[in-house]
């Protein structure tokens, strides 16, 4: 399996620029792996398996396997209100403090503005005060209106955690997921993870020289919704707990069989998203040419990540890259070289057609998420979007996410008001504008899985 796992990786990987990447696949009961290049150009070190790369919002998961094992227990209610376990909860909107449910959390679907990063600190109550900061964002959609990925609904998920066991979320997460799975080397901390041999984040810029991005760190209250770092072998392991349906390396079923499915089952439609077609319990759902696709990954600062399962076929493949602006894509020619490679999968391409100048202005304007301002204008045939970040996101992650990339062509497909990306590092992006049902005006962008509504224009 390995051999040509490696070749592939390798010629990707310098085809794409990218310094640093390390892949992993399961197939059957067969594992194989692929490590090339290094962890920092200022500083290299061969990236190998015990590389400790971040990967981002897969940790979302790890979240959500918590809340499971708790209700397991009896412990948690996902159908329940999360003031049943966070009293303390204050949001803009009351109704929305009083109706959210722990599932909604967990399904992208809380809908209040949920790219927010702000850093509480480096102490045990960073998850506590950054909940108490949700009073201030706003309200974008009713909760269960629309999937809207919602990074700040993992850290209140966090919160869950903390009040139901009375551990720090780290902690408890310690305890109910990484070491009954033999999860060593999966980590939090820098202090733990500086003695280790780890991978930064680099930007390739326009002359092909790389700039080290940072900080390397992301705040303590990012933890649940995707501030863990781990080695290639241990997100295997990750991988063929959920193949096996809550079962541990020892046999033990850590969470019942029924509740690890319904991670892989739909809780909420979102078809046409960059996401996939539904949210699971986490879990993004899509398929390929008729099986059923479970998937995540994540992003830091320059760090990347991919993981995707094909439980039909016992399949998981998952990669850690540490280069903008193409390690999304090294993720995906990656993953789609393995469904063809290894299981005969090839997804059906989608084939956008032109729109003539009139059609397209009616797309045309600025659409706002919580850490995107995204301008969207007629380019020929087509949409070019440009994303800028928002000066709250920029302030809570440094200046090196101060960048804007060069214009993103957007596609549309056929009688519809989705789009695809043909071409750049962002091919195989996806999403859709959404209308006002009283007057068929577009009033809202649905990009990178978000929902970015509208901008009134003067």
Request: include cysteine; charge should be negative.
């Amino acid at each position: 399996m390995d051999g040509e796992l490696l070749q592939t990786t390798r010629e990707l990987a310098d085809e794409l620029g990218v310094p640093g990447v390390a892949v992993g696949i399961v197939h059957g009961d067969e594992v194989g792996f692929a490590y090339h290049g290094v962890t920092s150009v200022e500083n290299p070190l061969p990236v190998d398996g015990t590389t400790l790369f971040q990967f981002g919002s897969t940790g979302k998961t790890f979240t959500s396997v918590a809340i499971l094992r708790l209700a397991d227990d009896g412990r948690v209610d996902l159908d329940a209100p999360v003031r049943n376990y966070v009293p303390e909860l204050r949001l803009r909107d009351e109704q929305a403090a009083q109706s959210v449910t722990v599932l909604q959390l967990l399904n992208h679907t809380a809908g209040w503005a949920g790219d927010d990063f702000t850093d509480t600190g480096g102490g045990d109550d960073a998850i506590a005060r950054y909940v108490e900061h949700m009073a201030e964002l706003p309200q974008i959609t009713p909760p269960g209106f629309i999937v809207s990925y919602n990074n700040a609904a993992l850290g209140l998920a966090g919160r869950v955690i903390e009040n139901v066991t009375g551990q720090t979320y780290e902690r408890a997460l310690a305890a109910l997921v990484l070491e009954p799975l033999g999860l060593h080397d999966t980590l939090f901390f820098p202090n733990d993870i500086m003695t280790r041999r780890f991978a930064v984040g680099h930007r390739r810029e326009e002359d092909g020289s790389y700039k080290v991005l940072g900080p390397w760190h992301m705040p303590r209250s990012a933890n649940p919704m995707g501030g863990i770092s781990a080695t290639i072998p241990d997100q295997l392991r990750w991988a063929r707990f959920h193949l096996d349906l809550g079962r541990a390396p020892d046999g033990t079923q850590l969470v019942s069989r029924e509740l690890i499915a319904r991670m892989q089952e739909p809780t909420a439609h979102m078809p046409g998203s960059a996401l996939g077609e539904a949210v699971g319990i986490s879990w993004l759902l899509g398929e390929v040419a008729g099986s059923k696709v479970v998937r995540h990954g994540g992003s830091t600062i320059g760090q990347y990540s991919g993981f995707v399962m094909v439980p039909a076929h016992r399949f998981a493949i998952v990669s850690f890259t540490n280069a903008e602006p193409n390690g999304p894509l090294f993720n995906r020619c990656i993953r789609d070289w393995a469904f063809e490679a290894y299981l005969g999968l090839v997804a059906e391409a989608q084939m956008p057609e032109p729109r003539s100048a009139d059609v397209l202005a009616a797309y045309a304007g600025q659409f706002r998420t919580a850490g995107s301002i995204i301008d969207v204008a007629a380019d020929g045939d087509h949409l070019a979007a440009t994303f800028r970040p928002t000066l709250e996101f920029i302030e809570a992650l440094g200046p090196d996410t101060d960048h804007v990339e060069p214009p993103v062509p957007m596609r549309m497909l056929p009688d519809s008001d989705r789009w695809i990306v043909t071409e750049g590092s962002n091919e195989g992006d996806r999403g859709f504008f959404t209308r006002d049902p009283a007057t068929d005006a577009v009033n809202g962008l649905h990009v990178a899985g978000r929902y970015a509504p509208r901008v009134p224009q003067d």
